[in-house]
Structure formats: C-alpha cells, structure tokens
C-alpha cells in the first residue's frame, strides 16, 4: 500500500472498520503523528526488522512518544499514532495478560504477533505472507512449483549427462542378456 492520500481512500473504501475514522482521516489529510506509517513499520517487522518501540506503538501498548532528547522530532516512531486498546490488563488470577483492540487492525497484528512464526517472506517472490504450516516456504502453489521446477533444471544442467550415460549403460547391459526371444502374452 502506498502512503498517499489516494492509498488511503481506496483502502478506506474497502475496510472501513479497519482503522477508525478518525485515524483515516488523519493519514488521508497527512496530519502528523497518524497511522500513514503502519504499512512501512509492518513491513519492516515482518521481514525481521527492528520491532521497538514500532510494534508496541501499533498495537497501543506505548503511547506515541512526545519529542524529547530521548526522541528527537525528525525520529519516525514520533510520527505513529498509537490507538489505545479497549482493554490491556494484568489478570494475577489466571496469569494472564487481556489484551483488546480497539480496531480490526490491532486485532489482526496482536494475533499475528502471537504466533509470529506465520510472518513468512516467500523464497521466490519475496511477497509477504501469512504460512499455514512451520515448513511452508513460499506464498502460492506458483511460487512453490517454480522453485521445484528451478531446482530440477539445476540438478539437470549439472548432474544429467552422467545420469544419461549411466542410464543408457544399464539399458545395454539388459538388452544383452537375453536369447532374443519374448514371451507372447
């Protein structure tokens, strides 16, 4: 997704419920800090980034830093908007920390972060994606017979020749050893 105006209308009209108005408003007016640096800091955590203070901003944990000596005005993490969750909180009962969103983006980032092992980058195409399974390599059945066929003209450019001479030495061994005769069947 781009980080224009236009970006964020056309996004807008798809998911409307995916950020709330008011942060849509912001990023697509270019107003400072918003949500128009999300695509960008997603992208970079998911292809194994530094997450801090990113990640924590996004999902509201950390609020947006004021600008200081320790976050000076030009840093990008003053630039993020931070959405506080419906609901964050400690549970000593359950030993559990409750964790609501307050948006369907939040929603989609804290699941992803729970099993952050899915954030894959595709061997072939480098195209983000979410994996089904811990030995999923590539994002699209495409992708993956490609590499397939990729590894076996490989194998072929290297090892065929000798594949074929070895081949063709056993098919005269057999050849030879009969009486000439076939059985009818």
Known sequence: MGGDAESWQHFRRR???FFPAEEYESAISGVSPSIADYPYWLDQIWRGGETDPYLEIMLGVRP???PDENWPENAPATHLRSIAPLEFALD???GRIRYRSACDFQRALYLLYRES???????RCEALYIASRES???CSTDCSEEMQREVK??????HGREWR???????SKKRGKGNGTKKAR
């Open 64 to 66: 947006t830093p004021e």
């Open 15 to 17: 998911w409307p419920e």
């Open 92 to 94: 000593w009962n359950t």
């Open 117 to 123: 092992w899915r954030a894959r980058v595709c061997e």
């Open 165 to 171: 001479e070895q081949r063709s030495r056993i098919q």
């Open 153 to 158: 003209r490989k194998w072929w450019a290297e």
């Open 136 to 138: 999923q390599r590539y």
